[in-house]
């Protein structure tokens, strides 16, 4: 069968443009080298919608910020996608900051950027008392928010695939031979024909271009690294706080996170390995040094659950890089997604899909499209009464696994069996949030184990963190 | 809402000593909430022997142990409900808990015994920079891969921290023949107990490297190394110590914290050094009524302790359920030069009885006097040959000297280094 449209790539920009494509009468595919959706840089950046402040009017970081953050809300809540307005801060900390505050001000008003104000040092402190008494003013944002990024994408995955995309997994494009009017990928489970292809490979996208051809793209891996907080301090801010951009790098920011734990960073390092997410000694200590400048008092590497660094993919050429490519006509560019990416996915999804329908002369909507991903059920929310009725129905949604985040056996079946469910311990993690919490696994991950080797029907041998050779376990004992 | 006099949360060692004892001194309706399967809590998959030593003279394993109490239990009518995960405790002594069998239920308790015990520290709390693959998990994690499920989590091992949970499986890998390549020690003595340093790895070759830290973890999908290196004395890293270790594991024995998240949903104050509830030499924490034993109050090195602690705190309740709230006056304890923490945190003076302290060290001493004062007067001065962080020391305030006690009194410990 040769497809109408192949997308290359589950992370955010891929799976949201998949969901898009499907609201036409048109067959997609969607195809993902690893064994899960967002495993690449969506699982692994500031988890933020930026307002729109910060990219120069008129170029395409600008204008899709603006109408991304502008979607968000709608987009979120049809996927039943945790997203919060929780508003952003950036904060001068001495008089020859303030005119960067000035520039920024301007900046967003050039782009569209609603209420935007800049606060006194009084102001600020009334809407963050922990923020250092060194900040003298900062520039406030009301309409910036933060989403969780990697629940984004597997709701996206999961809404498209409900709508008829078609969503392969551990699917490596290794080559492709162009023909007039397809293209074949050639994979390493196979051939995958396909009409048009959308190139969302993150930091592998100038690779796949090249391999249609197209030279004209040069990703860098820029590497940004990060902490991660107890929930017992994720209420030290409120808003999300940045700090003024310098010329020796944009500073860090710290920010609560949709599920109410404490985020720092990121670092800036290009790096030449693609796939190199280690920390560094150096890196980390420099998130927490600088993020004490702006909340100098509270944060404890104590109270810190994890680390982790993520890749941004930064096009040499500065702005991202949407459309079809001028050197193969059935290849379609989402590259150079870097910040602001996550803020403007939702609209970069609607334009690309708009575009490769249109190429395709395939403008028709389906008429059974349905934009709603169902909320999975979260345990921990519910009231006395509906744990009570739900555990009467399915005895599962009483046992609980995880004990930190109060996560039950049936929300974990429940991810598993889910359009393009989850495969590994890393998966459900992600789908339930089974092993985020403060002993990140210790008590839970086996009993996850058992429930994945259960629910697919493998030996133990064979559950992994997350795909490839990942496994947790070498076999029996003596 | 259901109805009980104690409300026990937790089925482990403490949760099941408390119980018993509190059947035992005539309280009737006692329910025991356990988010297992089975009861025993850790003490199921420590399969290796040296419980009981004190308790019952005599050397058991973790589940023998547990088993003694299990045997006795079943003996009397204490409501037993596994498979149920308190979700919340309120200040006045409503549990709320969940169970696939049980649904959701409501218990209203005159007292609350809280025996929850403790969660290894995981590596995103000590910072180890590097790769995040498979092959890194806590020693209580691979404990149970091994001894509860029968499988291997892997074959060649790197033990970060030399705590007890660490030193066991140490010698358990080894015992299954994986290759256990070292134990690193940040600090420059073990926090494990002596007799396990002997067992565990000396009987066995395992090197203990002290003083040396995990800087970085390699491999992408699966661990293939670790690079580790020297710390200075304010546990820096040391720059040209690094050494690059192959394996396939890196177990994390780096320390256990006290899980206290439900007390702290029901209100009582939290300690900041032993991460427990501060408690009265009955074991009441700052809500009356409501009690704490075993390492959900303070981490112990022998289980023997945890029972002890257990009925103390079992009596406390009994107590304070037949007499009712009786009002206390407080003498408190003070953790002074070279004592880290002290547990009671607080005595009411008009107990009529002998209280023990618990204390540990803050570092190594050799020959050194354990000094206690009561308001400024020293009452108790033993010399010791040695005192380690790792071994939790005791002294006995006898009946006598608690009778001093003024409301406000203090009572110091302190460490005295002979010249």
Known sequence: MIYDVAVIGAGIIGALTARELAKYKLSAVLIEKCNDVAMGTTKANSAIVHAGFDAVPGTKKAIFNVLGAELMPKVTSELSVPYRNNGSLVVAFSEEELPELQNLLERGIKNGVKDLKILSKEELLELEPNISPEAVAALHAPTAGIVCPYEFAIAATENAVTNGVEFIRNCEVKDVEVHDDYTTLITNTGDIKAKVVVNAAGVFSDDIARMFGDDTINIVARKGEYYLFDKAVGHVV??????????????????????????IGPTAVDIEDKNDTSTTYEGLMEVLNKAHKSVPTIINTRDAITQFSGLRAHAKSGDFIIGFSEKAPSLYNLAGIESPGLSAAPAIAVHAAQEVANKLGLTELKEDYNPIRPQPIRFRYLDDEEMAELIKKDPRYG??????????????????????????????????????????????SSKVLEILARELNIPYEEVTKEGGNSRILYGRTK | MINYDIAVIGGGPAGLAAALKAKELGIE????????????????????????????KEELSGPEYAGRFIEELKKTDIDVRTNTMVVDISSDKVVTAVGPNEGLLKIQAKAIILAMGCRERPRGAISIPGNRPAGVMTAGTAQKYVNIHG???????????????????????????????MVCEILPYSGGLARNIVQCLDDYGIP???STTVVEIHGRERVEGVTIAKVDEKMRPIKGTEEYVECDTLLLS??????????????????CITGGPDVDEMRETSIRGIFACGNVLQVHDLVDYVTLEAQLAAEGAAEYIKKGEEEKKYAYTVNQNGVRYIVPQKININADRDV?????????????????KIDGETVISRKKPKLAPGEMETVKLKKDMIAKLKEDSLVEISVEESL
């Open chain 1, 238 to 263: 409120f808003h999300t706080v940045f700090q003024c951009p310098t010329p020796m790098g944009k500073g860090v920011l710290v920010t609560p996170t949709v599920d109410g734990n404490l985020l």
């Open chain 1, 399 to 444: 046992r609980i696994i995880c004990r930190c985040e109060t996560i039950t056996e049936g929300e974990i079946v429940e991810a598993i069996h889910a359009p393009a469910g989850a495969r590994d311990i890393d998966g459900v993690k992600r789908r339930t949030r089974a092993g985020m919490g403060r002993c990140q696994g210790g008590f839970c």
């Open chain 2, 29 to 56: 309706k006692i329910i025991i909430l356990e988010r297992a399967e089975t009861l025993g809590g850790i003490l199921e998959q420590c399969i290796h022997t040296g419980f009981g030593l004190h308790y019952f």
């Open chain 2, 151 to 181: 499988y291997m989590p892997g074959k060649k091992i790197v033990i970060l921290g030399s705590g007890d949970i660490g030193l066991i499986m140490a010698r358990r890998m080894a015992l299954e023949g994986a290759e256990v390549k």
């Open chain 2, 208 to 210: 203990l490297k002290l």
């Open chain 2, 254 to 271: 780096v320390g256990l914290i006290p899980e206290n998240e439900l007390s702290k949903s029901a209100g009582v104050d939290i300690n």
């Open chain 2, 356 to 372: 023990d302290l618990y204390f540990r060290v803050c570092q190594i001493y050799k020959n050194a006097k354990v000094v206690v």
